[in-house]
């Protein structure tokens, strides 16, 4: 039998765990919907109850557990530092009780960081060395691989994508800064485009789609499919953004690819297309071979992540 690990995935409403072999089958998975009223304790709770659930009847003993969720996280002291997603997780090591219930060590990284050791592994990411992950969704995160180890940085936050400034006098950004990728280009910033469309008549399309409610990406994405030529366009000046930001870290980081996951590529050739062209209009010199793939792990991207980094801390990487 091959080597198992106990996964989590913990998003701020939902929770998924698995048991996964080291070639990235997933043998039992259980899910969980977490209420929004739910305390810190009962929802470290459900995430040891719904590790251990998937743990059970297991073929043989388990080799380790790892948590990938959002936010600051301290790998090495398996610490949240904050998790915007989730109240009360501030300083708090959650790799404890989830070693202490399941009986075998237990780690905890950053979901996207996860992400990017998880294609790297199993995805789109096989066959490189040197990876760039980026997760455009809600935000934007990224994860760095680097001669075939996930790269963390001096204090663990390595990756962060959606924090370089593309505008110093741009939109200001949840972490504090104008101007932030994930200001100007995430499903957050998307929603607020459509709203301005929407709120000074630019695109009645949009109204009519949103029926009286505020518009988000979704909407903004429907509205350009249905010929709105203003909504179009904000999909491709978002696109040609995340380019801009993507070329700018390929010529500092010179990866053999560059991986993409997330909600935002549903908006396919209308954000992508203008994405490549900017990403290579900045690559220098042989950086501009630089491939680009789309994720291959889908809904599992966070369980065979987290596979991926107990592995590595493991020692099996």
């Known amino acids: ?179 932030c990728l994930e200001a100007m280009v995430s499903g957050v910033a998307f929603a607020a485009r459509a709203r301005y469309l929407a709120s000074t008549g630019k695109s009645a399309r949009l109204r009519e789609i949103a029926a009286g409610r505020e518009p988000d990406a979704s909407d903004l994405h429907a509205a350009a499919l249905a010929g709105d030529a203003f909504a179009e366009a904000e999909i491709r000046h978002g696109g040609h953004l995340l380019g801009l930001g993507l070329g700018s870290l390929v010529n500092v980081l010179n990866p053999d690819a560059v991986t993409l996951s997330g909600g935002l590529l549903g908006m396919g050739a209308m954000l992508l297309e203008p994405l490549r062209e900017a990403m290579y209009s900045l690559a220098y010199g042989p950086a501009a071979g630089t491939l680009i793939r789309l994720s291959e792990l889908g809904d599992d991207a966070g369980i065979l992540g987290a596979t991926a980094v107990a592995l590595e801390r493991l020692g099996r990487g």
Do not use: W
């Open 1 to 179: 039998m091959a080597d198992l690990i106990v996964a989590a995935d913990l998003g701020g409403t939902h929770l998924r765990a698995a048991l996964v072999t080291a070639d990235g089958h997933v043998l039992k998975r259980a899910d969980h919907h977490t209420p929004p009223t739910a305390t810190r304790d009962e929802i470290v709770g459900e995430v040891c109850n719904l590790m251990t659930a998937v743990a059970e009847g297991a073929p043989e003993r388990p080799l380790g557990a790892c948590v990938a969720t959002a936010g600051l996280i301290d790998a090495d002291q398996g610490k949240v530092i904050i998790a915007p997603n989730i109240p009360g997780f501030r300083n708090l090591v959650l790799t404890d009780p989830v070693a202490a219930r399941l009986g075998i060590p237990a780690y905890i990284e950053n979901d996207a960081s996860a992400a990017a050791l998880g294609e790297f592994r199993f995805g789109a990411g096989r066959g490189t060395r040197h990876l760039l992950h980026a997760t455009l969704g809600t935000g934007i995160g990224g994860g760095i691989v680097i001669d075939g180890r996930l790269y963390r940085g001096a204090k663990g936050l390595a990756g962060e994508i959606g924090h370089i400034i593309l505008d110093p006098a741009g939109p200001v950004c949840n972490c504090g800064s104008r101007g």
